[in-house]
């Protein structure tokens, strides 16, 4: 990958099955920005995903990941430069799994780390689980951590690849208020480190979008309502459009709520 070229480039992916599910989607990452992908349920973001990490292969259009475009390169090799934290992941992996085991498996790109770990590999995964601030978690078995605590290892899984590209889908679902909150702060955290991936985060709730997140994408119905800087992309006016309520955005400290036009009376 040229260091002018974008992380992710994508011009006027389409996607079809027995109905369209991704419209004529451009989009450009460019290095040093971190995205939110914003939407409703069933507005396309999963399938975006997909797309993106070549498990929904494209109707129409261009996929460009980390320099390589989607039918011109092995797309399972550049999955190892992709790192992706998912549901998914949590759910496959075993219930005996150590932390630190759980790390080096990303470095292999398997599920179940097996075999005599390498001493390098150890101190690597050792590193990382300090930088995810992890490190007392290291023995512990996959079954006893949190859901909190799970994803913070998830994360040191992906970056034990060395990534350029951090997928982060949904990661806060299933996390109480306090774990929610300790997470984000830590994510911002993870963005302002010198050398941290490109980070994409997606989510429903404007309330998970930190400081640190420059740009945001949102959907609906498998199109584009709006990409761009936060400041520009992100208003009462396109959220009303996405979610298809009139919605009201406020911002205090450069945090986000969002609020619902209250439903004044209801049919007899």
């Not at 070229?5 to 006027?12: L, M």
Request: proline content about 5%.
């Amino acid at each position: 990958m040229k260091p002018t070229e974008p992380v992710i480039d994508v011009i006027g992916l389409t996607i079809e099955r027995d109905a369209p599910i991704l419209r004529g989607i451009d989009w450009r990452v460019r290095r040093g920005e971190h995205w939110v992908i914003l939407g409703a349920n069933g507005s396309g973001k999963t399938s975006m995903l997909r797309a993106l990490t070549g498990y929904l292969p494209p109707t129409a259009g261009t996929i460009r990941v980390l320099g390589e475009t989607y039918g011109r390169t092995d797309w399972r090799d550049l999955r190892t430069r992709v790192g992706l934290v998912s549901s998914s992941v949590v759910q496959m992996m075993p219930d005996g799994e150590s932390a630190l085991n759980a790390v080096v498996s990303g470095k292999y790109a398997m599920i179940g780390y097996w075999g005599k770990m390498r001493g390098e590999d150890r101190r690597r995964a050792m590193r990382i689980l300090r930088q995810v601030e992890a490190a007392a978690l290291a023995a512990r078995p996959w079954q006893q951590l949190s859901q909190g605590e799970r994803q913070r290892v998830l994360i040191g899984r992906a970056l034990m690849a060395a990534p350029k590209l951090l997928i982060l889908d949904e990661p806060c679902a299933g996390l109480d208020p306090v774990a929610r909150e300790r997470f984000l702060q830590f994510l911002e955290r993870l963005a302002g480190r010198r050398g941290a991936p490109a980070l994409v985060l997606v989510t429903h709730h404007v309330e998970e979008i930190m400081p640190a997140f420059s740009h945001v994408l949102i959907v609906k119905a498998g199109r584009v309502v709006a990409a761009g800087p936060r400041e520009r992309a992100l208003t009462s006016r396109t959220l009303s459009g996405a979610f298809g309520e009139v919605v009201r955005l406020k911002r205090a400290g450069g945090r986000f709520t969002l609020t619902v036009r209250p439903v004044s009376s209801l049919a007899a």
